[in-house]
C-alpha cells in the first residue's frame, strides 16, 4: 500500500518530522524561559529573607515586620487550613537550599552578650492556583507569604507564535497534497488506457506541472489512438479486400480440368484464407478495442470443443480432466488458443497423438518428439516455426500466447525425459 502512495506518504512523513522538530524546539523554549522567569522572580527571596532576618532577631517588631511585607507586596498566610492546603498541594518552583546563617543575639541576665549558633533560613517559591507564595523556613518559625504582583510564568507570546508556525505548516501541507490530489486520478486513468480502454481521458484544467503531464499524455493517447484506428481500418480493408479475388480464384479452379492443378490451386486459396483468418483474429485480440465476454466453463467443455476445432481424432488426444473444473475465459478465443497447442502437439509428435491434463492449476499439453531447438520467446514471436516444411505460417504459438495472456495466463515450456511439455500457468501460480 505504501509503495503505491509513495509521494503521499513523503509528505506525510515530512509533515510529521516538521511538526515534531518544531513542537520540539518551541518545547526546548518554553523550558529555557520558563527557568529563566523563575530564577527572575526568585531574586525577590533575598530581600525577603532579609526582611525575615530582622524579624526573627528582634531588630524590627512585628507592626514594623508587616509594614514591610506591604509594602513590597506581600502578604502573610495566617489561616492554618489555608497554609496547610497550599503547602501540601502548591508546586515548588524552586528552593535555595543553601539558605542564609543567622546568628540570634539577645540580652542575659549575667552577661551582656550571649552567642548561640547560627541559624538557617530556607526560602521557597511555590505556585498554587495562579498565585506565588515564599514559604521562608527555620527552626524557630515559619511564614508563608503570597506576592500579589509575581504571576507564574505565563507562555501566552511563545503559544501564539507556536499555534501560528503550526497553522501555517498543516495550511501548507494540506495545499501540497490537494495540488497532488490529481497524481491518484492520473494513475487510476493511465491504469485503464493500460488495460485497453481507449475511451479514458487524460485531460485537466489548469497549468501547474501534473496538468501539463496529464495534457501531454491526454495528447499522446490521441496519437496513439489514431495510429491504432488506422492500423485497424487498414488491416481490415486488406482482408476484406484479399477475399473477394480469393473466393473468385476458388471458382476459377474448380472449372480447371487437370486435377493435380485443381487441388494445388485449391489448396493455395485455403492457406491464404487460413492466413487471413489467422490476421483477423490477432487484429481482434492485440487492438485493445474488442471487450471479450468471459464466463465460467467447465474445462473439459472447452477442450472437447478445441478439439472439434482442430478437426482431429479424439482417440488421438489422450485426456485426464476432471468435469468439475471449471475456468473463467472468453470461450471462442480460449477455444482456438487450445486448438492451436493441440494442433501444434499432434503435427511434431512421433506418434501423432498428444495428452491434456492438470497438474496443480496447470494445463499441461504434452507429445513425444524432438526437443524444441531454441527457447520458448522465439517460438512465440510471429511467422517462426522450427520446420519451414511444415504447413504453417509460423503464428500459432503466438496467437496461443496473445490469447493466454489476456485472460492472466502465460505459456511455459519443459522438457520431461522423451516429452515436450506447454504448460498454461495461471499468473498467480509461482512456477520454481
Known sequence: MVKNNAVLATVVFALVVSISSVSYTFYQLYETNRAKHIDNIFTKHSLISQIYHTFITKQISQPIFEANLAFYELEEITGASEYE????????????????????????????FAVHPPQQIIT??????????????????????????????????????????????????????????????LRKQIARFGEGDMGVRFYIDGSDEIALIANELDSTQNKIRSLIESRTLFLRNIMHELKTPIAKGRIV????????QRGRFEGIFERLESLIGEFALIEEITSGNQHHEKSEYRLIDIIDGAIDMAMVEYDTVEHSVDASIKVDVDY????????????????????????????????????VGEPLK????????????????KDSFGLGLYIVDAILKEHDYVL???????TNCFICVPVKTKRK
Not at 253 to 260: F, N, P, Q
Not at 412 to 418: K, L, S, T, V
Open 85 to 112: 492546603k497550599i503547602i501540601r498541594h502548591g508546586k515548588v518552583l524552586k528552593s535555595d537550599g543553601n539558605g542564609d546563617e543567622v546568628m540570634e543575639q539577645y540580652s542575659l541576665s549575667d552577661t551582656s
Open 124 to 185: 521557597s517559591m511555590i505556585e498554587h492556583q495562579g498565585h506565588v507564595y515564599f514559604w521562608v523556613e527555620s527552626s524557630r518559625h515559619n511564614v508563608l507569604l503570597m506576592d500579589r504582583v509575581l504571576e507564574p510564568y505565563r507562555p501566552v507570546n511563545l503559544m501564539s507564535a507556536y499555534v501560528t508556525l503550526m497553522s501555517v505548516l498543516i495550511i501548507s501541507f494540506a495545499l501540497i497534497i490537494y495540488r497532488l490530489r490529481p497524481l491518484r486520478r
Open 412 to 418: 511455459a515450456y519443459e522438457r520431461r525425459e522423451e
Open 374 to 389: 531454441n527457447s520458448l520467446s522465439y517460438y512465440i514471436e510471429p511467422f517462426t516455426k522450427e520446420h519451414p516444411t
Open 253 to 260: 479452379a474448380t472449372m480447371l480440368g487437370d486435377e493435380k
Open 332 to 367: 471462442r478465443l480460449f477455444v482456438t488458443a487450445l486448438k492451436n497447442l493441440i494442433d501444434n502437439a499432434i503435427k511434431y509428435s512421433h506418434e501423432k497423438k498428444m495428452s491434456i491434463w492438470i497438474e496443480e492449476g496447470e494445463i499441461i499439453f504434452a507429445n
